[in-house]
């Protein structure tokens, strides 16, 4: 039986095969994109949103219900009445708790209850900055921010909530917090940061540069420029948000009337004048370029964060080179690189693919194709020898483009990868970068 | 494979994984013609045609990003498409629907003297014969010998398509072609058409 080539194949006509075409198009697309959801960081908020409806919708059936017949089901304990209010105007303030020293920017209204032994700072909206004793046995003291709470035993951090609406800005400078949010608990520990967007963080010079964002034995300053409070564009000194119309900022907190007495001791102290703005810091050298070749692209501009020009940052740090094939044409050399990475495996395959990367970028100008290679490597040789390298061009591309989302999935990929590497800082500079 | 064509495949598998049509338009055309033929040799002519080619596609493309660029891309590809017809094959208790067989007078086809029309018959006729035959293997076999005698790939080849050693690759094939023997040695036209593999097909 020899039959090979034998059975003439019926050709599919025209039409039917741009029907399929058209199907296959969409659907492939569809699962792409169905992919890349999977892979995206966020993919663990839609079953927390989920969880949240459902906690939410069972509150409303609560509601609705009414008390529980039971008797033996206790019913919910009053909301604690709070036993201080503060609204500072354009002054920032001081107010000692006895538990804590809170420090509050200009316009930041918050409240301070103490349910069950702990007690509770709750946050309207602005900036508090708490310097919080060991509690020891007691409970601990939370402050609530929206919908995150930060729970602390001992330590010096700040809060900052912004207009109250938006994002919630927690950092630490000494000790350890947990920040509870959407039922998720993160560990913020000194020189880390944690925001809502972008969860946990390190801070920029580490826990020495956030000390100096805070006040404390510092003495107080300015709320940092990449705050939310400082980003909020419809936020004006003295802004209304949250403000009772007809109802002026006190300079001094407010007690609440039905205070215990054991804060009636507290006294609040108001600086008499705004708070002198910190010094910024040094910023870094620009660097040479290290691969000797400018790149394209032009710097960023946006990005809120005086302490550092992050495209100087993002240049300063080493490029890997490409193979060095004494090829003089980019052209010529791409060629040789492809019929490597073709024919050979291991390490000289992908630092063939590494090398297209580079001399797409650095050669030819072409960062689109300069990525689509560099994506290619990390697919096909992950943990190989120049793994991080590609990754680290990825981020020095995309972000050199501009601070986007591409740049902060690099960054934060990079961050990843290579958590002890010498750019993973400025990659985390980058994964916050606007 | 060049290097070239190898390079060039991987960096379109990666344009099609973030869903650029183009990228994935592009895929499908350089792929379709053999697939198509890969399919249509194991599984014969039939209706289904068109959705397993389109079946095949989506599951290539949903499965692409597993694809590590160890193999080459179209090996991978045809992979995948035999594994759908391996499933199409299981998934049908009834024999695939071929086009029916015609009553042609088996004597005046197979004569020495018969014309090109009546080879051409013949050869349609012991075609549709020859996949009767396979309808009545199984799923496993049939694709070894498909694949290693009407597609032309060989054993190694076929064995890594299908998942099986060689050894049991070369067994399912050496039974199948028994298989066909047998069955050609009582029918005249397939005898015919299995026969006359050194005669120009018109």
């Given amino acids: 039986v020899r039959l090979a080539g034998r059975i003439p194949v019926e050709p599919l006509d025209e039409e039917r095969l741009t029907q399929i075409e058209r199907r296959v198009v969409a659907g492939a697309v569809d699962a792409a994109v169905r992919g890349q959801q999977l892979r995206a960081p966020g993919r663990l908020l839609a079953p927390l949103i989920a969880a949240a409806a459902i906690a939410a919708a069972a509150a409303v059936g609560w509601a609705i219900r009414g008390a529980p017949e039971d008797p033996q089901v206790a019913a919910p304990a009053p909301a604690a009445v709070p036993e201080l209010r503060v609204q500072t105007a354009p002054q920032r303030s001081v107010v000692d708790i006895g538990d804590a020293r809170i420090e509050s920017d200009p316009d930041t209204a918050f409240a301070v209850t103490r349910p069950r032994g702990g007690v509770l700072v709750a946050v309207a909206r602005g900036k508090v900055e708490l310097e919080v004793g060991k509690r020891g046995d007691r409970p601990p003291l939370v402050v609530r921010a929206g919908d995150t709470d930060v729970v602390v035993v001992g330590t010096r951090f700040s809060v900052d909530y912004g207009d109250g609406s938006g994002d919630v800005d927690v950092r630490v400078t000494e000790g350890v917090v947990r920040v509870v949010h959407l039922q998720q608990e993160t560990r913020v520990a000194a020189g880390q940061a944690w925001r809502t967007r972008t969860g946990l963080i390190a801070m920029a010079g580490g826990p020495r540069a956030a000390g100096a964002a805070l006040s404390g034995a510092g003495g107080p300053t300015t709320p940092g420029a990449d705050s939310p409070a400082a980003r909020a564009p419809d936020r004006a000194p003295g802004g209304d948000a949250g403000r009772e119309p007809g109802h002026e900022p006190t300079h001094a907190p407010t007690w609440g009337t039905d205070a215990p007495g054991m804060l009636h001791d507290r006294r609040a102290a108001v600086p008499d004048a705004p708070a002198p703005p910190a010094p910024p810091p040094p910023r870094p050298a620009a660097p040479a370029h290290p691969a000797g070749h400018e790149p394209p692209h032009p710097r960023p501009a946006g990005h809120d964060d005086p302490r550092l020009d992050l495209g100087a940052a993002i240049r300063a740090q080493h490029i890997e080179p490409a193979l060095d094939l004494g090829e003089p044409s980019p052209a010529g050399a791409i060629t040789r690189y492809y019929d490597i990475a073709a024919h050979r495996s291991g390490d000289e395959a992908s630092q063939a693919f590494y090398s297209i990367a580079w001399v797409r970028y650095f050669r030819q100008d072409n960062p689109a194709d300069a990525l689509q290679a560099l994506d290619a490597y990390v697919r096909r040789f992950p943990g190989g020898k120049q793994y991080r390298a590609a990754l680290w061009l990825r981020v020095r591309i995309q972000c050199l483009e501009r601070f986007d989302a591409a740049c902060h999935a690099a960054a934060y990929t990079y961050l990843h990868e290579a958590p002890d590497a010498p750019a993973a800082h400025v990659a985390e500079l980058l994964t916050q970068a606007e | ?202």
């Fill in chain 2, 1 to 202: 494979v060049t290097a070239v064509l190898y390079v060039e495949d991987v960096l379109l598998v990666d344009r099609c994984l973030t869903g650029e049509p183009a990228a994935t338009r592009e895929l499908f055309r350089r792929h379709r013609g053999r697939v198509h033929a890969c399919l249509f040799r194991v599984l014969g002519g039939n209706r289904d045609m068109d959705d397993l080619l389109q079946e095949a596609f989506l599951q290539v493309f949903r499965s692409l990003r597993s694809w590590r660029a160890e193999a080459s891309l179209a090996t991978w590809i045809d992979r995948v498409a035999v594994r759908c017809a391996y499933r199409h094959l299981s998934q049908r208790q009834r024999r695939i629907a071929t086009d029916p067989l015609e009553d042609h007078d088996a004597g005046a086809l197979t004569a020495p003297d018969a014309g090109p029309g009546a080879r051409r018959q013949l050869a349609r006729d012991g075609v549709v014969r020859l996949y009767a035959v396979l309808d009545e293997l199984s799923p496993a076999a049939r694709l070894a010998f498909t694949l290693h005698e009407l597609d032309g790939r060989s054993v190694a080849e076929t064995a890594e398509l299908v998942g099986s050693s060689v050894a049991a690759t070369k067994l399912r094939v050496w039974r199948a072609r028994k298989r066909v023997e047998a069955a050609a040695a009582a029918d005249p036209v397939l005898r015919e058409f299995v026969a006359s593999h050194d005669r120009e097909v018109p």
